[in-house]
């Protein structure tokens, strides 16, 4: 059954630091997604991403968040200057159709910013 | 309100139980509505769409009340592998993201 990955699955880094979080969707899906969830806290949306372009993005993804599809394949997500607060699971998702249908998830990214 | 709120948890019942989780969203306009499953410290995992009459997936039932904008989950003679969080989660198109609820908690005890 298809799946979406993500790698790595845990990074540690320093405050100020710059994090690419890597995810491969699933092949024939048109929709990405990254969202991000704090520990003991829900699931929030950061941003998706249709045609190569962001179709929504969330309060949180601010100017330090920037996302790419660098090529066929790969969808990434990238923290400019990581802070404290930014340590969380990321998880990224994808949908063959629109937002409204069914994401499938990653297996997350776990990330501690020190 | 809460966008989408969620029974708070846990939810302690033998294996076996009946257990009912109920969620109310505030956007009349919603369209789509889910419930994923979460297990500790990994990714949500879509357990059913929810229609609006209603359905069903083996022990698992969904109910829509548009009218009061709200969501039920029901699961039936649970089994210890039913221990997860339960995410009740919403799509409007005017906002164009899915809404999250915090979750119930559900332990299935032996």
Known sequence: EPEVTQTPSHQ???????????????????????YRQILGQKVEFLVSFYNNEISEKSEIFDDQ?????????????????????DSAMYFCASSDQGVGETQYFGPGTRLLVL | RKEVEQDPGPFNVPEGATVAFNCTYSNSASQSFFWYRQDCRKEPKLLMSVYSSGNEDGRFTAQLNRASQYISLLIRDSKLSDSATYLCVVYAGNNRKLIWGLG???????
């Open chain 1, 65 to 85: 968040f920037s996302v790419e599809r660098p090529d066929g394949s790969n969808f990434t997500l990238k923290i400019r200057s990581t802070k404290l607060e």
């Open chain 1, 12 to 34: 540690v880094t320093q405050m100020g630091q710059e994090v690419i979080l890597r995810c491969v969707p699933i092949s024939n899906h048109l929709y990405f997604y990254w």
């Open chain 2, 104 to 110: 119930t908690s559900l332990a299935v005890n032996p």
